[in-house]
Structures are given as structure tokens and as C-alpha cells.
């Protein structure tokens, strides 16, 4: 099955600095790549997603890319704000199925 | 509606007790899904249902039992749980998914803390 690793585990960057969270897959299969903030005690919510047929997606502070060959993607978080401070999970779907297969997870704090 | 919504909020319960969790969503998702979350940990899936069928069990154990009434509900029925089954339950739903269609957004709800004592 598909195995998704993410990194780092914690990260902490000043207001106004930009945030990088990685994550690898194993499955070519894999076609959907969605990404979810959770705030302590709340429900993980989709903040942005890409599919295989894009490189890159963009909403206001927030990119996501992908790079299918190397078989791994990124969230970028530009401009911080201590709003942004959550823990964040990367995840990988297959075209076969309604499985998502999660990352470890990313705490990210954004220090003012 | 763009809302999944679940009951209760919290639940205590012994490890007799017998007690259920409900999860309902009106956005006519034909996909629904549990899932346990530990603290600070990812999902982890524990049943897909399918145009109200069970189409993915993870190997859960038998003190949990999922069903699935109508479209819109989603429940899961708790019986003997031991005091490592404390965590988050969280229900999701989302378009169904199958071979060569794009795969949908899932659309958490609030989830259920249970503790068991």
C-alpha cells in the first residue's frame, strides 16, 4: 500500500517568515494530494489540494507543489501569522478507491 | 448544508458500557468514513462505507461496529472498550470515489472525544 512520509515534525518560524512542509509517497498511483491544518481540539479542515495533472497551486499565502517523478510534494506558507500555528497533515489518494493515506503530521508554531 | 456533524461532543464511558456515535451529513456525500485519532497523531481509518455499504475494514476490533442506516448516517456502535480506545472519533464524508475518477475531498466533522474508564 501506499506509505507517506512528512517532514520535519515540529517547525517554528517568526511572524512574517515563510513555512516549507515536505512529504514523500510511494505509490505512482497516487493522484490526489490534499493538505489539512488541525487546530488544537478542532477538526482537521482542507486548506488546499493538487492532483497529478498540476505542479502547482496557489491560494493567497498558501502553495502547494508536486513533483510527480520524484513522487513528493510541498506546502509553502508565506508571510506567517500566529493564526497559522497548528499541526498540519499531508495526505496521498490513489485512483482506486476512497483511501487517503496520511503523514505523520508537522507542528508548526509561527512565534510573534 | 456543507457540514458533517457528530453526537456527542464527548463521552465518557466504563468498560462495560454499551454506547454509540452518530455522524450525520446532508451534502449527499455516498462515501463515509471513521477514523481514530490519538493526540498530535494522523487519522487513522477504521471503516469506508459505500452507497451504505462497508467497502473498507481496517482490521478494527469487534467492539467496534460500524453501520451505516441511510445515506445520511453514519454510526458506530461501542461495546466493551478498553482504556487505549480513548481518543478522538472522527466522521468524514465525500463524493464517491472509483477507478479512473478523480479522487474527492473529505470533509471532516467535529468528532467525539471518548475516554474510557
Known amino acids: 500500500g501506499e506509505n507517506v512520509e512528512q517532514h520535519p515534525s515540529t517547525l517554528s518560524v517568526q511572524e512574517g517568515d515563510s513555512a516549507v512542509i515536505k512529504c514523500t509517497y510511494s505509490?505512482?498511483?497516487?493522484?490526489?494530494f490534499p493538505w489539512y491544518k488541525q487546530e488544537l481540539g478542532k477538526r482537521p479542515q482542507l486548506i488546499i489540494d493538487?492532483?497529478?495533472?498540476?505542479g502547482e497551486k496557489k491560494d493567497q499565502r498558501i502553495a502547494v507543489t508536486l513533483n510527480k517523478t520524484a513522487k513528493h510534494f510541498s506546502l509553502h506558507i508565506t508571510e506567517t501569522q500566529p493564526e497559522d500555528s497548528a499541526v498540519y497533515f499531508c495526505?496521498?489518494?490513489?485512483?482506486?478507491?476512497?483511501?487517503?493515506?496520511f503523514g505523520t503530521g508537522t507542528s508548526l508554531t509561527v512565534i510573534p | 448544508d456543507t457540514e458533517v456533524t457528530q453526537t456527542p461532543k464527548h463521552l465518557v464511558m466504563g468498560m462495560t458500557n454499551k454506547k454509540s456515535l452518530k455522524c450525520e451529513q446532508h451534502?449527499?456525500?455516498?462515501?463515509m468514513y471513521w477514523y481514530k485519532q490519538k493526540a498530535k497523531k494522523p487519522p487513522e481509518l477504521m471503516f469506508v462505507y459505500s452507497y451504505e455499504k462497508l467497502s473498507i475494514n481496517e482490521s478494527v476490533p469487534s467492539r467496534f461496529s460500524p453501520e451505516c442506516p441511510n445515506s445520511s448516517l453514519l454510526n458506530l456502535h461501542l461495546h466493551a472498550l478498553q482504556p487505549e480506545d480513548s481518543a478522538l472519533y472522527l466522521c468524514?464524508?465525500?463524493?464517491?470515489?472509483?477507478?479512473?475518477?478523480?479522487?474527492?475531498?473529505?470533509?471532516f466533522g467535529p468528532g467525539t472525544r471518548l475516554t474510557v474508564t
Open positions: 493538487i492532483r497529478s495533472n498540476v
Open positions: 451534502m449527499g456525500h455516498r462515501a
Open positions: 468524514a464524508s465525500s463524493q464517491v470515489t472509483g477507478t479512473g475518477v478523480l479522487t474527492y475531498e473529505q470533509y
Open positions: 505509490d505512482s498511483a497516487s493522484n490526489y
Open positions: 495526505a496521498a489518494s490513489p485512483n482506486t478507491g476512497n483511501q487517503f493515506y
